[in-house]
C-alpha cells in the first residue's frame, strides 16, 4: 500500500515540499542547537523545560483522543465513525512520533537515549511514559494498516485485530495518565502537585484532539476528495462540547482550590498566569487569549444552530485548538517552574533556533500525516470505485 | 578525537598507571573511578560513615566570605558562565530569607532576612531527583550521599524540576572554556548533562573532609556522621535549634543549619 503515497496531484505535492523546506530548517537549526548545546534555547537556570516539552506534552493528548473515535466506532458500534476510524488512528501515529521526537531533540546527550533502555529505572515515571508511547505507536500503526489492507482487499479484519483495539482503548487513557504523572509527583512544584492533572490533561486532550480531527475532515473535504459526510463532524463537534466543558470546569476547581485555601505556593503560579506576578507578565495576554477562545468555543459548540453550521464548526474547532495549545503547549510546563525553588521568578521566552526547530518537527509530524492519509484515501477511493 | 572520549582515554591511561603505583601515591580524584568495581581496594584512609550529614552554623558564617564556595569549584572544575540564564552552582550563596522562605514574618529584622546563608545538595534521604532519573545516573550510595554518573546523565532534566532546592545545574552549553583553571584530579563536565555537589567523596575516599569544611575559616562547616551519637554533627546540633529546608515535603535533607 505504501505506493500509494507516491502518487499525488500537485498540490499533495506542492504540499509535501512545503513541509520539507520546514522541516530542512528545523534540521538545520537543530544541528546549530547539537554543537552549541540546549543553550541555544530559552530554557534556564530556573526554567529547565519550555517549548520541547510543552509540545509533547500537548501532542500526547492530541494522540490520546485517537480513542474518541475509536471507542464509539468499536466499542458502541457507532457506524458514523467508520469513515474517520482510521483518521483518527493515523494521527495518532503521527502525534506519537512527533512527541518521541520533541523528547529526544530536548535531550542534552540524544546520542545517550538509549541509556533509558539500557539501564532502565522503573521508578521513573519518564520510563513508563517510554513504554507507554512505544506501546501505543506500534498499536495503532498494526491496527489501522492491518484493518486498511483487509478493506482493500474487501475482506473483514482478521480476528486478532479485534482484541488489540480494545487493548488501545485504556492504552490511550494510559499515555495520557503517565505523562500527567511526570507532573503530578514532583514535590515542591506546587502548580503541578495536583491529583486532577491527569484528568485535566484527558479532558482537554478530548478536545483539542477531536477539534483537530474536524478540521482535518474538513480540509480533506475541500482539497483532498474526500469526505467524511456531516453526521460523524455532527458527532465529534458534540464530544468536543463535552470535553471541552469538564476542562474549563476543571481549572476552575485548581482556582478555586488555590484560592480559597490562600497557600501562597498554589496562588502564585495562577497569579503569574492570569494577572503577572511582581510585574512579571509575559504569559498573561495569551492566557487571557487562551480563556476568550475556550468560552467563545464553547457557545458555538452549544448553541445547537451554531454548531450545526460548519462554518461556525470550523471556527469553533480553530478556538478550542488554540486555545488548549496555549493552556498546554505553552503555559503548563513553563509555569512549573515559577517562581523557582528560591523563590525568584525566571521568565521565559523561546528563542529563534528553538521555535523554527519546534517548527521543523510539526511539520515532520504533518509529512507523516499526509503520506499516511494518502494512503489510506487512495484505498478508500479504490474499494469505492 | 570528541574531548568526552580524549577525557575517558586520559583518565583510563592514569588508571593502568595507578595499578603500578602504590595507593598512597594515587591523585585524589581517582579513587572514585574503582570504587565497587572487581578487585577494588579501597584506600585505608577513605573515611566512612554510616550517613553522611553537614551541620551549618550560621552565627558563624560571614557575610563577606565565599571561601567555602571558591574552594568547591575550584576543586571540581564548576565552570563560572558569568551569566544567571547558564549558572551552574555546587554551592551558592543566598539570603536568610530565599532559603527558609516559612521563616520570614513581617517583623523579622531586615539584617537577619538578609543574612547569608550557603546551600548545598542536601543529600536527601528520600531524594525525589533519584525516584524520577530515568536512566540511574543519580543515584544514593548507602552512606547516604546522592551522586551522580555523568557518564550515563542523558540531559534530560528530570532531576532538576524533582529537586526541591535549585540543587542542580545543567550544562547548556560546554562548561570547559568557563573553567578558570581545570583541576585535573576531577573530572570536568560536558555539555548536555546535570551536575551538582558530591558531598567531596573522592575526598572522602582518600581521607579528607569535603573542600567546603577545609576551607571555611571560621568553622562553621562540621561535618560527619549522623548514626553516630558521638560524631562532631551530632554534637554541633545537641541542644540547638535546627533548622532544614522545607522538611515538610519528606525528602529528609541531611544538611543541617543551626541558629
Ligand atoms: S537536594 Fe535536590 S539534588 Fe540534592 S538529594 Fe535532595 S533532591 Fe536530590
Ligand atoms: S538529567 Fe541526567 S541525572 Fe537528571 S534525571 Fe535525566 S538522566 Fe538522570
Redesign the interface.
Known sequence: MLEKALHGNHRYWGWLAFLAVVVGAGAFFYLRQLD????ITG????V??GLYIAQFTFLVGIAASAVMVVLPYYLHDYKAFGRITILGEFLAVAAVVMCVTF?VI?????E??F??L??P?P?????WD?VVLTGYLVLNLVIGWTVLENERNGKAPPAWVKPLILLSIPWAISIHTVTAF?YA?????DFWLTAIMAPRFLASAFASGPALLVLLCLVLRRWGGFDAGREPLQALARIIAYALAASLFFVLMELFTAFYSGIPGHTEPFRYLYAGLDGHTRLVPWMWTSAVLAVLALVLLIVPALRRNEAWLALACLAVFASLWIEKGLGLVVT??IP?????I?EYTPTGPEVAITLGVWALGFVILTALYRIALGVRKETEA | MHSSRRDFLKLTGIALIGAAVPDALLPAGLAPAWAGAPGFRPDVRALKAARWGMVIDLAKCRPDCTDCIAACHAAHNVPAFGNPKDEIAWIRRETFGRIFPAQVHRHLEPRRQAGPVIALCNHCANPPCVRVCPTGATFRRPDGIVMMDYHRCIGCRFCIAACPYGARGMNYRDPRPFIRRIDPGFPTRTRGVVEKCNFCVERLAVGKPPACVAACPYGALTFGDLEAPDSAVRRAIAGRTVLRRKPELGTEPQVYYTL
Open positions: 552549541y548545546g540546549l543553550g530554557m534556564s537556570r530556573d529547565t523545560w523528547i530536548d535531550l542534552g546527550r540524544p545517550r537515549a541509556n533509558v539500557l539501564h529505572a521508578r521513573s515515571i519518564l520510563f517510554m511526570i509527583g514532583l514535590p515542591g512544584r512549573g517552574f523557582s525553588p528560591l523563590g525568584q525566571t
